[in-house]
């Protein structure tokens, strides 16, 4: 074997564990690869779920403080619209008031028409006045202040309105506090006088 094969043979030699090592380093670099992969996905997603929690939070914050203002522009609007209708009647209220007259009967009635104004006003806005004199006492209408026996009324029936109740759309503002009529004492007596005989009678 001559030299120059020596050589080549070395050279062979030589190069054969770089190839190895290439090998082996290229069978390694896909596991490496893959983690710092998958970290950074994980990295990706929750800084995407942060940064959609972020916009939710603020576009939840934006509809409250929008609410709030809606609410006040159209508790302003509405209030300015009731008061534009009131100072019509409150006018009528000072010519009424301003008038030196010893006519009772003329001075009710334009109490009469200025206060049927103001419940026009108010019906307008859907107040409205709780039936209750004459009606069946209803406990989701009416507060009963006292009971009074009556023989003209069946129990249970409003005999006196003290105070007017009002209904907003069907939803009570505030009942009417009423009289309730009972049945008199001597009615309750006499039905227990007669189940006493009928006892008597049987035994």
């Known amino acids: 074997m001559s030299e120059e094969d020596i050589d080549k043979g070395t050279e062979v030699e030589a190069d054969t ?68 209708q009131v100072g019509p009647m409150l006018d009528n209220f000072r010519r009424a008031l301003g008038q030196e007259t010893e006519d009772v009967g003329s001075f009710r009635q334009g109490m009469e028409i200025i206060f049927k104004q103001f419940t026009d006003i108010l019906g307008g806005y859907g107040l409205i006045e709780i039936e209750a004199e004459g009606q069946p ?29 009002y209904r907003l759309n069907d939803r009570v503002v505030r009942p009417s506090r009423v009289v309730v009529s009972a049945a008199k004492a001597d009615s309750d007596q006499q039905v227990d006088s007669d189940q006493q005989a009928d006892s008597d009678g049987k035994a």
């Open 137 to 165: 006492f209803d406990p989701n209408l009416h507060e009963a202040l006292v009971q009074v026996p009556s023989d003209e009324h069946p129990p249970g029936t409003v005999i006196q309105e003290m105070e007017k109740g």
């Open 17 to 84: 564990p770089d190839v190895e090592e290439a090998g082996g380093a290229e069978e390694e670099s896909p596991a490496a690869a893959e983690e710092p992969t998958e970290l950074e996905s994980a990295r990706t997603e929750a800084a995407a779920s942060q940064d959609r929690y972020l916009r939710a939070a603020a576009e939840l914050d934006n509809f409250r403080k929008r609410t709030v203002k809606m609410r006040s522009e159209t508790r302003d609007d509405t209030l300015r619209d009731v008061l534009l």
